[in-house]
């Protein structure tokens, strides 16, 4: 459809005396004020507006004010004519139906993202959009091929750049936190994927190609809200790469982000929900032949179980976890699976044995757990809270303050909510032993990191 020629601009670009490009240099400046690095609009931007283009949000404010101040009175984007774009309040939550509407649906969500909106920031959990996503994961089929009809031809030199980006951004998520990155790797969906998606051409096998690469950044992205237990926003995020990843037709993938939202519902305490993600991601690992996958969901089973106090249950998808784990074949495995090794799934089976008050179990486990990659340094972190945990469930207060002490060590340099959790378990648990000397010193340490 033809758009309409927006006049009202144009007769105040007369009225101000701006030229084309002396207002986009003035957006630019102005832009560069704001904290908003990185605008680069020209002449031809001003002239896509004049014929009815409506730039992206911050972009209407920046011109209203920039109007406000030479004209001398008080202006808006509508009075740019330049309507505001409403924006649902559940954006995120639906897992859409076919390509073009979970494309337009993923690059909104970023956009809203990058712009801190404060909807997305303030946004709760929702178990209903949960069950919904996982549904119709598993039962609607695919509508819509994942192609692309823009002027930009996309080839495995991008799809390998998302993935290449993808990585590194995982390796800081781990070594700093989520906090530390989380900004950049939104900025980039936004400014770089989105214009693959939208203005991209490609045929459906590139498509695919590039839904699954999208699908595990825009997880990651997902994780990381997490990590700072922004969980609304991460559920959000998680919905929308399960969505990716079934236009990929990525069972595998699909399988592990299902598994991502059950570890979510898990730590913020919803066993019921996180076991029929589990079992939702059960189905997807087997469909996918991956036997790690498979085991991370029974484990998720077994830790749901565990929280649920059903120790019968939960001993029972242990097994069944350590049976799929004996059966998988690494090296035949999609390398994001690469993480769950012994080390992982031993720190599972502490989650599961510290939630049923076991403490030999979980100090065992704990134990095997750190037997891990030192890359993993936020991971490390954890499982050094597992295992003091046990220690004080176990009697040894002394030690599990000196276990804590150096879990501290690592968490001085991770931008993680997660870990201050994890501190404020270790604490909690510590609480009857408050006047011991070791138990001050670390309650002293808990109190300086919260303060940071």
Request: charged letters at 25%.
């Amino acid at each position: 459809m033809e758009r309409e020629p927006n006049r009202v601009l144009q007769r105040l670009i007369a009225e101000s005396g701006f030229s084309h490009k002396g207002l986009a240099r003035h957006l630019n400046d102005l832009g560069t004020a704001r904290g908003l690095a990185g605008l680069k609009y020209d002449h031809s931007s001003v002239l896509r507006w004049l014929g009815g283009q409506r730039p992206r949000d911050p972009v209407p404010g920046l011109l209203a004010e920039i109007f406000a101040a030479r004209l001398g009175r008080a202006m808006t984007s509508e009075d740019l004519g330049m309507p505001a774009v409403c924006t649902s309040l559940d954006l995120g939550q639906e897992f859409s139906l076919s390509w073009r509407e979970g494309v337009a649906t993923v690059t909104a969500l970023w956009r809203a993202d990058v712009e801190r909106r404060r909807f997305l920031v303030e946004s709760t959990f929702a178990v209903g959009a949960g069950s919904a996503g996982a549904l119709r994961w598993l039962t609607v089929p695919a509508e819509g091929r994942p192609t692309g009809m823009g002027g930009r031809a996309v080839g495995a030199a991008d799809i390998a750049s998302v993935r290449e980006v993808t990585r590194a951004f995982g390796e800081l998520d781990n070594r700093f936190g989520g906090g530390r990155v989380r900004a950049a790797v939104v900025k980039y969906l936004d400014s770089a994927v989105t214009p693959l998606l939208k203005e991209g051409s490609y045929g459906e096998a590139t498509g695919r190609e590039l839904a699954s690469a999208v699908a595990e950044l825009t997880r990651l992205a997902g994780w990381m809200a997490y990590d700072l237990e922004q969980h609304g926003l991460a559920q959000r995020y998680l919905i929308q790469a399960l969505r990716l990843a079934r236009d990929a037709e990525d069972h595998g993938l699909g399988g592990e982000i299902l598994a991502g939202l059950g570890h979510q519902a898990v730590y913020i305490g919803r066993p019921g929900h996180a076991l029929d993600l589990a079992r939702a991601a059960q189905l997807a690992a087997r469909r996918a032949g991956l036997g790690t996958l498979l085991a991370e969901a029974h484990v998720l089973e077994a830790h749901a179980h565990a929280l649920l106090g059903d120790r019968a249950a939960c001993g029972g998808s242990l097994n069944n976890a350590e049976q799929a784990f004996g059966r998988r074949s690494p090296g035949a495995e999609p390398e994001w699976l690469a993480y769950f090794d012994e080390a992982y799934l031993a720190a599972k089976f502490a989650h599961c044995f510290r939630e049923l008050g076991d403490g030999p179990q979980t100090v065992r486990h704990a134990r095997r757990s750190l037997e891990m990659d030192d890359r993993y340094v936020r991971g490390k972190m954890f499982n050094l809270s597992l295992l003091s945990a046990g220690l004080v469930d176990c009697g040894d207060v002394e030690q599990a303050c000196a276990v804590a002490q150096n879990a501290l060590d690592l968490a001085d340099g991770l931008t993680s909510t997660r870990t201050r959790t994890y501190m404020s378990d270790v604490r909690r648990r510590l609480t009857p032993y408050a006047d011991t000397p070791a138990v001050k010193s670390f309650t002293a340490r808990t109190n300086e990191l919260a303060a940071v």
